[in-house]
């Protein structure tokens, strides 16, 4: 079983983006709804950040800066063009003492 790994304060303000390296791995966490989420950081697409893009409200989603292809917060889910690209991997998060946690798998 993963272990949870903590990522830093819960302090992200509502729509916020932002990047973080969990050892190997470039994660995304952002905060929309009040509801912290993460996922993979880099674009299964063309490897750009997803936390230099935007949030797309409408759709909760992430938008990718280099050719907009949306993701789903929370689940990850490509809700632009699907048969184009895959979902991206999402984690799961909880909050603990103010602190964010996540689950990498293994």
């Known amino acids: 079983m993963e272990a949870w790994i903590d990522v830093g304060p819960?302090?992200?303000?509502?729509?916020?983006?932002?990047?973080?390296?969990?050892?190997?791995?470039?994660?995304?966490l952002a905060r929309l709804g009040g509801r912290i989420t993460?996922?993979?950081d880099s674009c299964?697409?063309?490897g750009c950040l997803l936390s230099g893009g935007w949030v797309l409200e409408k759709k909760k989603a992430v938008v990718c800066p280099c050719h907009e292809y949306?993701?789903?917060l929370g689940t990850g889910r490509n809700v632009t063009f699907?048969?184009?690209c895959d979902d991206q991997?999402?984690?799961e998060v909880r909050v603990?003492?103010?602190?964010?946690?996540?689950?990498?798998?293994?």
Do not use: T, W, Y
Not at 97 to 105: D, Q, W
């Open 70 to 72: 949306a993701f789903e």
């Open 89 to 91: 991997v999402a984690f």
């Open 10 to 28: 819960d302090d992200l303000s509502e729509g916020e983006l932002r990047g973080l390296e969990v050892g190997e791995r470039l994660v995304l």
């Open 44 to 46: 299964n697409h063309a």
């Open 96 to 106: 603990e003492g103010g602190r964010v946690m996540i689950r990498l798998p293994e």
């Open 82 to 84: 699907p048969r184009l």
């Open 38 to 40: 993460a996922m993979d």
